[in-house]
């Protein structure tokens, strides 16, 4: 995560950082080394597993937990599992966005088998499920077959420029008329959104609040701070969670002026920065996008998954800057009444709404850290 440096600089103190910067020399300009490799090398391998696989691990997901593990001990199959140790038990407690996550994952395998010449047969859930929490039951059982005729999916050319951008969108540039219609296309299920200045103005508020209580309620706020990694050291030693990299960040982790301790402390000239600077995202929303499922089974949640992946693709082929805003969707008591109305909007009739997100013109951002391949095979 880069927040905004005027922003941040401002908040914390531009004369101490500044004073650090030229002190701290070297430090100030590292970033992290192996975080980035996957971005890298996707694509790469003998086996067309593994190829896909590359691919796959670079799919969104919540707080970048990348829940996925593979065994490939069958020839011409990946079984997919959920990595329990990743779930997110405060502010996904029946698992709904992980499942989501692993959706993303395995339409982001199909999509680059498709580029391979290989067809991939997905069974959901060989083993069975429950729909309350996930558990050690396989998710996924993937088989692969060559096959000349299977059609590559255009999206894919997408891939390596997806991002989950996480900074200020630019509030001069309204979105074009036909923006809703380009991202419509790209999925199967039930796509709904708005770029009307009117109701992009609610939605900013909606979503600020949202935020505010994800953030104001200490055991949800509590289980993302202790997924931030802070600086370069932290994130090459876990590259999954939040990160916070580059120059400024460098220079807050090793002045102190930032920890996981003083992004905890309400008072802290950290919490106040932190908070200002994701109130400058929502608040500057260009238009909102969301999808829709009749039900709300582990099966519509991968199926999501899917539709989310292409979605954040399109707007990608787009040039729009995504960024999911996934607060008022979470089950935990102190959200229900936001839950409740977001739904009463955008499912009066029923269903459930599974994913929230703005779109707009953002800066280029770097790719988020991933686990290598290798990291996530069982038994291999």
């Not at 038990?89 to 709904?96: G, L, Q, V, Y």
């Not at 729909?131 to 999206?155: E, K, N, Q, Y």
């Not at 002045?255 to 932190?274: F, H, I, N, V």
């Amino acid at each position: 995560m880069t927040l905004s440096r005027r922003r941040t600089l401002a908040l914390i103190g531009g004369g101490v950082i500044l004073a650090a910067t030229a002190s701290l020399g070297a430090i100030v300009t590292r970033r992290p080394r192996t975080a980035g490799l996957p971005w890298t090398v996707a694509g790469q391998g003998t086996d067309v597993r593994h190829r896909a696989l590359s691919y796959a691990l670079l799919a969104p997901n919540p707080h970048n937990r990348q829940p996925w593990l593979v065994d490939l001990r069958t020839d011409g199959e990946v079984t997919l599992f959920v990595d329990t140790a990743k779930l997110l038990p405060h502010t996904d407690p029946f698992s709904r966005q992980i499942t989501i996550g692993l959706g993303c994952f395995l339409e982001l395998m199909r999509m680059a088998a498709s580029h391979d010449g290989q067809r991939v047969t997905i069974t959901l859930f060989p083993e069975g499920f429950d729909d309350r929490a996930l558990d050690a039951r396989p998710v996924a059982r993937a088989v692969f077959t060559a096959d000349a005729t299977v059609t590559p999916d255009p999206l894919f050319a997408h891939v390596m420029g997806r991002r989950s951008n996480k900074e200020p969108y630019d509030l001069t540039r309204p979105l074009p008329a036909d923006t809703l219609a380009g991202l419509a296309v790209a999925t199967q299920g039930t796509f709904g959104g708005t770029i009307d200045a009117g109701e992009v103005a609610n939605w900013r508020a909606f979503t600020r609040e949202a935020l505010r209580i994800e953030i104001e309620t200490p055991h949800t706020y509590k289980e993302s701070v202790d997924l931030f990694r802070i600086g370069r050291a932290e994130v090459d030693a876990n590259p999954d969670g939040i990160d916070f990299t580059g120059p400024l960040f460098e220079v807050l982790s090793a002045t102190g002026l930032m920890t996981r301790e003083s992004a905890l402390d309400t008072s802290s000239q950290a919490y106040k920065a932190g908070l200002d600077a994701v109130y400058a995202n929502t608040d500057t929303a260009m238009g909102h996008v969301w999808l829709v499922t009749e039900g709300n089974s582990r099966p519509d949640q991968i199926a999501t998954g899917a539709d989310w992946l292409r979605v954040n693709l399109a707007a990608t082929g787009a040039g729009l800057a995504f960024q999911p805003l996934s607060q008022a969707l979470q089950e935990y008591p102190e959200m229900a009444a936001l839950y409740a109305d977001l739904h009463g909007r955008l499912a009066p009739a029923g269903g459930t709404v599974q994913m929230l997100a703005r779109i707009g013109y953002g800066p280029e951002v770097a790719p988020s850290p991933r686990w290598p391949l290798e990291a996530k095979i069982l038994d291999a």
